[in-house]
Antibody, heavy 121, light 107 residues
Framework: EVQLVESGGALVQPGRSLRLSCAAS????????MHWVRQAPGKGLEWVSGITWNSATIAYADSVKGRFTLSRDNAKNSLYLQMNSLRPEDTAFYYC??????????????WGQGTLVTVSS | EIVLTQSPGTLSLSPGERATLSCRASQSVSSNYLAWYQQKPGRAPRLLVYGASTRATGIPDRFSGSGSGTDFTLTISRLEPEDFAVYYC????????FGGGTKVEIK
């Protein structure tokens, strides 16, 4: 059974940093692209960042480019999102999602339950 | 930059009725990289359809996707009580993007 378990969400002040983690199990992690998608409370879905199976291609939404860094450790079956210079508009549930295949250009076929990041003074 | 517009914003229907949800792209979606997701309150989204018309694993056949280019449709042939939820379309090319969502509510 595929499982994606996010952790690291917290209440943080504007301008501070936070690192989210996603622990994956139930599939061959290094065969698939992975992504983060966020959802502000009561709002729609926003893709944040994605990474191919071998980390050769990493892409970011314009809203987080230059502030967030996505990485993966295939030996640990883990995905990470380093978030710097956080803003109130980054407040959202952050979902770890699995791509349906190894590269970009695949839908997101499994999702974690999300971790809440709140940016407020 | 591509924009996905979903309509209507809210669809009020009764169980057993047919639901037709629209997703329109501001430019052609390459390779029909268009997916539909269902999200229930307090839950993560679930993949329903990808490639515009291919049902994901385990999705009932009352859900069907169609369309190409810039106009796509998700049809639920007969609404079951568990189908009342919010539905999002997504283009999943190099910079994935979601539409604003359509809420299907009980009339």
């Amino acid at each position: 059974e595929v499982q994606l378990v996010e952790s690291g969400g917290a209440l943080v002040q504007p301008g501070r940093s936070l690192r989210l983690s996603c622990a994956a199990s139930g599939f061959t992690f290094d065969d698939y692209a992975m992504h983060w998608v966020r959802q502000a409370p009561g709002k729609g879905l926003e893709w944040v960042s994605g990474i191919t199976w071998n980390s050769a291609t990493i892409a970011y939404a314009d809203s987080v480019k230059g502030r967030f860094t996505l990485s993966r450790d295939n030996a640990k079956n883990s995905l990470y999102l380093q978030m710097n210079s956080l803003r109130p508009e980054d407040t959202a549930f952050y979902y770890c999602t699995k791509g349906r295949d190894y590269g970009s250009g695949s839908p997101f076929d499994f999702w974690g339950q999300g971790t809440l990041v709140t940016v407020s003074s | 930059e591509i924009v996905l517009t979903q309509s209507p914003g809210t669809l009020s229907l009764s169980p057993g009725e047919r639901a037709t949800l629209s997703c329109r792209a501001s430019q052609s979606v390459s390779s029909n990289y268009l997916a539909w997701y269902q999200q229930k309150p307090g839950r993560a989204p679930r993949l329903l359809v990808y490639g515009a018309s291919t049902r994901a694993t385990g999705i009932p056949d009352r859900f069907s996707g169609s369309g190409s280019g810039t106009d796509f449709t998700l049809t639920i042939s007969r609404l079951e009580p568990e189908d009342f939820a919010v539905y999002y379309c997504q283009q999943y090319g190099s910079s994935p993007l979601f539409g604003g969502g359509t809420k299907v509510e009980i009339k």
